[in-house]
C-alpha cells in the first residue's frame, strides 16, 4: 500500500456525507433489490449514478445498506402516516387515510417483506413490533365504532393491506395505474371491495 494510496484513502473518507447522496443511494437500492435481490453493491451503485467508492464512503458493508433502507421504509410510512391521520377523528378514516398515503411508500414496504432477515435487527425488529401494534389498536377502534366487522381477525386484515399496498405498487411501478389512482384503489379495495352490491348479499361469518 503506497503513501499516495493511503493519501487518497483518508482524503476520501474525510469528505463530509451528503445527505442527498446517500438518500439517492437508498432509493437506487429500494428499486434494484426489490427487482433483484441478489444485486451487487457495483449494480446499486450504478442505478444511483455514483462511483462504488461512493456507497462504501457513505453506506459501507451490504449489511448496513439494508439496515438502513430498512429504517428509511419504517421512518417514511412513520411520516406518512402521522401525516395523513391529522384531523380524523374516527379511527376508520384514519385506517383509510393511512392506507392511501402509504402507497407511494409501496416499495419500500415491499422492501420489508422480502428481506425479513433484516428483521433481526434489534432495532428494526423493535420498530416492527411497534408499528403492527399501532396498526392493531387502530383495527381495533374500529371495531368498536362499529366500522370494521369485528370476527375478521387482525392477521387477516393486516395482510390484505400489505396485499393491496403490493398490488398499488407492481401495477404503478408497471405504468399501469398512476399513484394517485393507485392510492384511490387500494383504499376502495381494501374497504369496498370490487364487486357492485348485491342486494341480498351478507358477509361471510355475519
Known amino acids: 500500500m503506497t503513501v499516495v494510496y493511503l493519501m487518497i484513502h483518508i482524503s476520501i473518507m474525510s469528505i463530509p456525507l451528503n445527505n442527498t447522496t ?18 451487487s453493491l457495483a ?11 461512493t456507497l462504501h464512503r457513505v453506506i459501507g458493508t451490504r449489511e448496513e445498506l439494508l439496515r438502513d433502507v430498512a ?8 411520516e406518512a402516516s402521522y401525516a395523513a391521520i391529522k384531523g380524523k377523528r374516527k379511527a376508520f378514516e384514519q385506517l383509510k387515510a393511512i392506507v392511501g398515503a402509504l402507497v407511494p ?21 423493535r420498530e416492527i413490533k411497534r408499528h403492527d401494534k399501532e396498526l392493531c389498536d387502530l383495527i381495533d377502534r374500529a371495531k368498536e365504532e362499529g366500522d370494521i366487522l369485528s370476527f375478521i381477525p ?6 390484505s393491506l400489505d396485499a393491496v399496498l ?8 408497471a405504468g399501469n395505474i398512476a399513484t394517485n389512482d393507485a392510492s384511490a384503489l387500494a383504499i376502495q379495495t381494501l374497504f369496498g371491495g370490487i364487486t357492485k352490491k348485491v342486494k341480498g348479499m351478507q358477509p361471510v361469518g355475519v
Open 43 to 53: 449494480d446499486i451503485a450504478e442505478a444511483a449514478g455514483v462511483k462504488r467508492v
Open 154 to 159: 387482525n392477521s387477516w386484515i393486516i395482510a
Open 71 to 78: 429504517l428509511r421504509a419504517l421512518d417514511q410510512m412513520d
Open 166 to 173: 403490493y398490488a398499488a405498487a407492481s401495477t404503478s411501478q
Open 105 to 125: 411508500y409501496a416499495d419500500s414496504c415491499h422492501f420489508l417483506w422480502k428481506n425479513p432477515d433484516v428483521w433481526d435487527d434489534p432495532e428494526i425488529a
Open 22 to 39: 446517500k438518500d439517492k443511494l437508498l432509493e437506487a437500492a429500494v428499486r434494484v433489490l426489490n427487482n433483484q435481490p441478489r444485486a
